[in-house]
């Protein structure tokens, strides 16, 4: 019954509209009088009640005579990161809706949005505002960190708008293209030109909102843009990095209207997803990059899509130069110096004492012990000092990861050492090598 409904489904729905309402649904049980079918989100639900429900029940009479109607949960969300991996095998078929005029990126499409746990609401919301512009949820208000997905997002929803209609006017700028136009059609007296160009459209995408903070003049032509979309009932989507009322100096009419429509956020991609999102972009690029190689990479790079691809192309490059295949080994060496910058690693005492113990060949054990022979007390003292130089930690704390000893302690370590380093030449080079090693 369930391939039968689905491919009913495929017939009258497109292809993108298909991979997210029906492939992410999973029938669970029948019953006498109800079929349970298991949706990732409630904006899941809300749109097969609203729009695939009726067809269901149609579909299923049309198959078996008998009355069946559907009813939808949503899925918890820890099961929720095995069910997208059906999705992220979406063709890319979708014909390219790019247009000059318009100023959108041709590969930020849905064919190329992977789709996972943090995004996947975002997604299925731009999805509905694509093919029901103005309707349904206006604005629509996307928020999130950087490199996260918003911008391309926005994108996908003016490609897919225009693969729909092609005749639809679309416009999309940044928060400061906005102000900027505004402030130059004021200096070249041609706010009239400047009203026509933005008040006419059918989707006007409205990117980093957060950037009208302090834009007095803006916000407030910004306000009648708005009102005059909306009332129009054209599409309004917005991006920013906070919530509308978390950004300094918005003006309260302009947070309460964006609160009119749905605001979702977009959350990192956790590691499932970033290795779906490498394994799409290495075939784009027609890569060869074997699977635990994505893995290492996806593992390294955690908060960021931009970096991850950033990361990608790193690789790559690495491999061109020196003429090498790409394996995981050669991705830890291509990118080393990339990961220090990228994550700001907190050295810690550990860390220093581990490293002064290499080097002085003695055990961790007596570094943080008692022993008062000089061979033993000079690495001490050494990686007492660095700890109080090189991480944040309190004097005391640092005495505590030294087997409990007093801060006075640690004060005369350092003390003693940092005097000691304007004569002694031997114990300079022996610390700037010990530096060396930590980082
Ligand atoms: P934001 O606007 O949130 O800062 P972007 O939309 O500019 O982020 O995304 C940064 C980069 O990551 C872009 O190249 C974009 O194509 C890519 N990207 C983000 N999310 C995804 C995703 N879910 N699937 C594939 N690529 C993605
Ligand atoms: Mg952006």
């Known amino acids: 019954l369930w391939n039968f409904l689905k491919e009913k489904f495929k017939d009258s729905l497109s292809k993108v509209s ?46 078996s005579s008998r009355e069946i109607s559907p009813l939808f949960v949503i899925k918890n969300e820890n099961e929720n990161a095995n069910a997208n991996g059906k999705q992220k095998s979406q063709s890319l078929t979708q014909k390219n809706a790019f247009r000059k005029d318009v100023l959108l990126n041709d590969k930020y499409t ?24 103005g309707t349904i949820y206006n604005p629509l208000f ?26 639809a006017k679309v416009k999309y700028v940044s928060s400061e293209t906005f102000a900027n136009d505004f402030i130059n059609s004021i200096q070249n007296k041609m706010q009239e030109k400047f009203r026509n160009e933005y008040r006419s459209v059918d989707l006007l995408l409205v990117d980093d909102i957060q ?17 005059a979309l909306y009332d129009d009932r054209k599409q309004i989507v917005l991006t920013s990095d906070r919530l509308p009322n978390e950004i300094p100096k918005l003006q309260e009419r302009l947070i309460s209207r964006f609160a009119w429509g749905l ?49 990608l192309v790193r690789v790559q490059a690495y491999a061109a130069i020196e003429s090498r295949d790409i394996t995981t ?36 054990v007596d570094l943080k012990g008692k022993k008062r022979v000089k061979s033993i007390v000079l690495p001490r003292q050494i990686a007492m000092f660095l700890s109080r130089e090189l991480t944040a930690n309190s004097l ?13 302690t640690v004060i005369h370590a350092y003390e003693k050492i940092n005097h000691a380093l304007t004569n002694d030449h031997q114990l300079k080079q022996d610390i700037e090598e010990i530096k060396n090693k930590l980082k």
Do not use: C
Request: proline share 5%.
């Open 18 to 63: 298909y991979d997210t309402w029906i492939e992410s649904a999973v029938p669970i049980r029948i019953t006498e009088n109800n079929i349970i079918i298991e949706v990732p989100s409630s904006l899941h639900k809300e749109y097969w009640e609203n729009n695939l429900a009726t067809r269901i029940v149609e579909n299923i009479y049309e198959y």
């Open 110 to 133: 849905f064919d190329t949005f992977v789709i996972g746990k943090g995004n996947q609401m975002a997604h299925a919301a731009a999805l509905v505002v694509a093919e029901e512009p």
């Open 142 to 167: 996307f928020y999130g960190g950087v490199g996260l997905g918003k911008t391309h997002l926005m994108h996908a929803i003016g490609h897919q708008m225009l693969l729909l209609n092609p005749d």
């Open 211 to 227: 950037f009208f903070a302090d834009k007095e003049g803006t916000q407030e032509e910004f306000f009648h843009t708005f009102n």
């Open 263 to 311: 605001s979702v956020d977009i959350t990192p991609p956790d590691l499932e997803t970033r290795i779906a999102i490498l394994r799409k972009k290495a075939n784009a690029e027609r890569l060869e990059i074997p699977g635990d190689t994505l893995s290492y990479i996806a593992g390294q790079i955690d908060s960021n899509i931009r970096e991850l691809e950033g990361a």
């Open 329 to 364: 080994s050669l991705a830890a060496d291509a990118l080393k110096s990339m990961l220090p910058s990228n994550k700001p690693t907190t050295l810690s005492i550990l860390d220093i004492q581990n490293v002064v113990s290499k080097y002085y060949q003695i055990s961790l």
């Open 396 to 408: 005391p704390k640092i005495g505590a990861e030294f087997g409990g000893k007093d801060h006075t």
